[in-house]
């Protein structure tokens, strides 16, 4: 079958001109862009006025941040002209191991967004973490030849790298030795350490915030993918990187991007919108949103209106407010004044399909399971600083008479992480400052990067009902007076759901509201702070399975300060 | 081991920078580049006042064309700061089949310059050609697991494309799915057919000889590759390709280059030069010439000076003379002072090596076998036009009663075509016009691109003498009154010699002479028209071992006028 689009105008990437030309597609290919006339074509359909521009593709995405599955998410992105993403599955992987990569490689396939996959490097992220999995380099090397798997993702542990961690060097050549890419994601190396890093030709970085450290990775042979996520917002500080000599090695990326800003601000239309609106050539910025992005990860044939092209394209009513009313992808109509067309979601088989929903593998908890012993009249307590991730650690002297330590008034609230994986028992306790709950409980299975269970608390009681909520459903919940008041919940490896992205929004919108209303200070990010108190890779003081860990000193600590 | 390479001006050729940076190298790799001090290094070297640049890489390259075995080839090249090419053994291949491809491979194992390897896409070159070989998909696809093969080399046979012919196709996609590249080879195709070609993601084209060709070439997303030869020299008509947006999709080559010329012009360093001479960037030059050819050909760490890089680098003197004083390749310095280092050649496998020097399989000639049947008072005779390569046909009244139609006066000499791979006996027998010859005969066993041995003579016996030379030796000859006056023997393949380029360059010189002493006439370079005058895909009329071609029909025609 052939469509001919005629009368518009077409945005060339390899050039950066815009040229008048109808695009001839047959199939779910290109093959002509140029004089073509209806009769050269079956169908045709007039785009006068518009501009046709090539699909954007996000560089480097966590499907699970959104809390979507894949399906779901491309129902939301293509709309924003997203026809290709590369996916690094690692929080699912760290619930599930191979199986959850491979859950999401066949919870992706055949939708009308293209789902690359760059396989994860650091399952677990740290020593400290009991995750679900851990993931070597022999468990590695035979996704490389899975079609849609175009890489190794994020090399975290630059330690590794750079202290050549037998291990760590093994993924990184496996998959060079694979003909495959390797990300970087280095925040702040410089120098003879990024030297170090980069000789292991890791060949991006999406953790640059300023522009000397991103200038100082290109000139070491680095592509920066300009990162503009939901959390982490570098597109301002790297404005530089849309002139020469920097913009031929660039890509968009959003990282982790929440499902509310992916429909209200966009995806990476957003990006490409904001560096208009900063002043910046937009067509540098989709040249880096397409075919610098497939050339990079060495995917052929995609990010281009030119003949042999995958036909992934954009039609768009206006180039500046990159408002898009088409979406072709695979030379089929996938959104239709701005609408997007229904698909058939892929059918998991079913062993994946059991695994990924039933992750939790641990006993109900009781009262006890979270009992502190009084050991020490001074503990080390977590210390919340608003609007960041990273913690302090603030020594607190506790008042055991009452509540086994707990006090609303000092904002001392019970913390607890909860192994459940495999029913290890293993329960890290302790206490939290800074997040000001004034009764009840929540809890959540998303809690970087193992996603065991994580829990705050005033009172046991409600602590207890939240964690076995959780065990059962996933996701996030509040309990207050032994009552559910909200949930959201992620059965899919206790990360993601099979709803709309709309219907999530509201959900995550309703627990935020609920715990606020409970006294949660208004600003904390509750859940969003609460999922990062267990990351061990964040200074300085973070909570575990096993207890605290001093990330400074990268150690583990005693709760109790003698 | 590490050296240290310090006081230096670094070329970035990610930037187009020029940094102030010492050089740390490891082995065979570069692992640092910035403030090393003599501390971080075994060795080191004062680079002060001098210029670091990577080695240069010719992105297409027919090693045949030089007369030279791969490591006589480095020995002129690396002087001239090639440290990679990209071959296409397309010659040798035409002769001796995939035994040709693996020869090329194992004359090029471990020699400091880094030879690449394309594999030939049409051989023979046309259906008219006997050749020494049929290369098939199913042949060409084992050669892809070979490490130093990167694609598949210029697909000449853009009809067999556009037409979709099975076979064609067959060879594009194995090479894709195999993850390599596919280079182009289409002159003035253009529009449409353009199209129908680049469709199948043909990713170059070095046959360009106009900008508007080139610029359309890269519109449809195909790098041009700036050819600087021997006899095609397109630099200056493709100069506004040195600047955006055209720039970052270029690579500098010489497809087919006389060793004369290697030596007293240079290789990628000359063009880098003249696009100087023509006031272009020479580090926008160099880019093509590094990175740029580099990332196209998937090439990884290759291709800069930064860490992970191989190190091969050049120590300039001075940028815009592009004067190299030392080349290292693999880290280790393979040219000092302009000197090339010795190195050991690499050994050929004795049944490959056998197959190579023993390529020519036909009886000895006689008399008898150039006599023409004077069978028609007109014949159709191939008119030489000085300085092309292209031919006419020529209706001319043969005076058959004198020397078997021979006819000095008229110029009107004697040619033939000699099959001589398979003992087939086929012989294509006419006259040739335009060369000038007075007495005496030459032959050759290079001859487009089927590489049967060629004569041209005043007289049968003469003539004889020297294809019988050529069948024992290979090479170029020049007989007069039953002596050989002059010959450069290339028992490879009949292609190339084990000699030095001087050597070779001295003896081509001098068979050159020699015709010229015999009435060549000085506008004609004769050895490399008759080369061509066997090659059916440039027009006009062309002799084959079974008679002649007309090529604007693309058909056989008789040597008899009605």
Same mark, same amino acid.
């Given at each position: 079958m052939k469509t001919l689009l005629y009368g518009g105008s077409v945005i060339n990437v390899f050039t950066g001109e815009i040229e008048k030309a109808n695009v001839l597609i047959e199939d779910d290919k290109i093959i002509g862009v140029g004089n073509y006339t209806p009769d050269d074509a079956d169908v045709t359909e007039d785009v006068s006025e518009k501009i046709l521009c090539p699909g954007f593709i996000?560089?480097?995405?966590?499907?699970?941040s959104t809390m979507l599955t894949p399906s779901e998410l491309a129902k939301i992105s293509l709309p924003h002209g997203t026809t290709s993403i590369v996916a690094d599955p690692h929080e699912i992987a760290n619930v599930c191991g191979v199986d959850g990569i491979k859950y999401m490689i066949e919870a992706s396939e055949g939708i009308p967004m293209n789902v690359y996959i760059n396989i994860p490097s650091c399952v677990p992220a740290t020593p400290f973490d009991e995750s679900g999995a851990v993931l070597q380099a022999e468990d590695i090397k !035979?996704?490389?030849? #899975?079609?849609?798997v175009v890489g190794l993702a994020e090399m975290m542990n630059y330690p590794g790298v750079i202290f050549k961690d037998e291990s760590v060097i093994k993924k990184i050549t496996d998959a060079h030795n694979e003909g495959k890419i390797v990300d970087g994601h280095a925040p702040f190396l410089t120098g003879k350490d990024l030297d170090k890093y980069a000789s292991y030709l890791i060949g991006s970085d999406h953790e640059c915030s300023t522009i000397d450290e991103a200038i100082e990775k290109i000139r070491k042979g680095q592509r920066i993918m300009i990162r503009q996520g939901t959390a982490a917002r570098n597109l301002k500080d790297l404005l530089p990187l849309f002139d020469p000599p920097y913009n031929h090695r660039c890509l968009l990326v959003t990282d982790d991007r929440h499902p509310a800003d992916l429909m209200n601000e966009g995806h990476i239309d957003h990006i490409i919108r904001l560096a208009g609106q900063y002043g910046k050539s937009q067509i540098t910025a989709i040249q880096m949103a397409t075919i610098q992005a497939a050339e990079y990860f060495g995917i052929k044939g995609v990010g281009a209106i030119a003949p042999g092209y995958r036909a992934d394209l954009l039609i768009l009513n206006d180039l500046e407010a990159v408002d898009i009313k088409d979406v072709y992808s695979h030379g089929k109509k996938a959104v239709c004044d701005k609408v997007v067309k229904d698909f058939t979601k892929p059918s998991i088989n079913d062993s994946l399909s059991q695994i990924t929903l039933n992750s939790f593998h641990l006993k109900e908890l009781t009262k006890e399971d979270l009992y502190i012993e !009084?050991?020490?009249?001074k503990c080390r307590v977590i210390e919340i600083i608003p609007g960041q991730l990273i913690t302090k650690e603030k020594i607190h002297k506790i *008042?055991? #008479?009452? *509540?086994?330590?707990?006090?609303t008034k000092e904002d001392i609230l019970k913390l607890a992480v909860v192994e459940r994986h495999k029913n290890t028992g293993h329960i890290g306790l302790g206490y939290i400052n800074g997040i000001g709950l004034k009764k009840g409980a929540m809890a959540s299975s998303v809690s970087h990067d193992s996603h065991n269970i994580i829990l705050i608390g005033t009172n046991d009681e409600d602590m207890v009902i939240a964690a076995n909520h959780i065990r059962k459903f996933g996701g996030n919940v509040v309990v207050c007076n032994g009552e559910i008041i909200s949930e959201m919940r992620l059965p899919v490896a206790g990360l993601m759901a099979d709803m709309s992205a709309e219907e999530i929004a509201r959900q995550n919108e309703n627990v935020r509201l609920s715990v606020h209303s409970l006294g949660?200070?208004? *600003?904390?990010?509750p859940f969003m702070n609460m999922a990062f108190v267990?990351?061990?890779?964040? !200074?300085?003081l973070k909570m575990t399975t096993q207890g605290l860990v001093n990330v400074d000193k990268m150690e583990r600590v005693s709760l109790y300060c003698d």
């Open positions: 996000d560089g480097h995405i966590h499907i699970e !035979p996704l490389y030849k #899975e079609k849609r !009084p050991k020490a009249d *008042n055991w #008479e009452n *509540n086994n330590g707990i006090d949660v200070n208004d *600003n904390i990010e267990s990351l061990s890779v964040i !200074p300085s």
